[in-house]
C-alpha cells in the first residue's frame, strides 16, 4: 500500500492561513472516510478532522472548529485541509490517513506558526 503524501506545510505568522494537500492512492482513498491529524515532539497524534467518502458530512477536534475546513476530491484521489486564523499551538507535523487508521502512515508535513 503506497503511503500517503503530504503537502503545503511551511512557516505562517499568527492569523496567517495555510492549505495542506494529500494525495493518496485509491486503495486508501476511494470509499474511505479520511482524516488529518497532527503531532508535535513528546504528544501522541492528535485527530483534527475527518470527512465522509462523499465529502458530505464533516467533523473537527474543538481546537480548530471554525478556524479549520476538510474537503476532499474524489476525481483526484486528494485530500485538503485549509486552515485560516493560525495559531501558535497549531503548529505540528500534519499527516492524512483513512479513518479509522489503516496502513502506513506518510512523512507529514511540517506547518509553524510564529511571528
Known amino acids: 500500500q503506497v503511503q500517503p503524501l503530504e503537502s503545503g506545510g511551511g512557516l505562517v505568522p499568527p492569523g496567517g492561513s495555510l492549505r495542506l494537500s494529500c494525495a493518496a492512492s485509491?486503495?486508501?482513498?476511494?470509499?474511505?472516510?479520511m482524516a488529518w491529524y497532527r503531532q508535535t515532539p513528546g504528544k501522541e497524534r492528535e485527530l483534527v478532522a475527518t470527512?465522509?467518502?462523499?465529502?458530505?458530512?464533516?467533523n473537527y477536534a474543538d481546537s480548530v472548529k471554525g478556524r479549520f475546513r476538510i474537503f476532499r476530491d474524489n476525481a483526484k484521489n486528494t485530500l485538503y485541509l485549509q486552515m485560516n486564523s493560525l495559531k501558535a499551538e497549531d503548529t505540528a507535523v500534519y499527516y492524512c490517513i483513512n479513518f479509522p487508521p489503516r496502513g502506513s502512515w506518510g512523512q507529514g508535513t511540517q506547518v509553524t506558526v510564529s511571528s
Open positions: 485509491g486503495s486508501i482513498f476511494t470509499s474511505n472516510l
Open positions: 470527512i465522509s467518502p462523499n465529502g458530505g458530512s464533516t
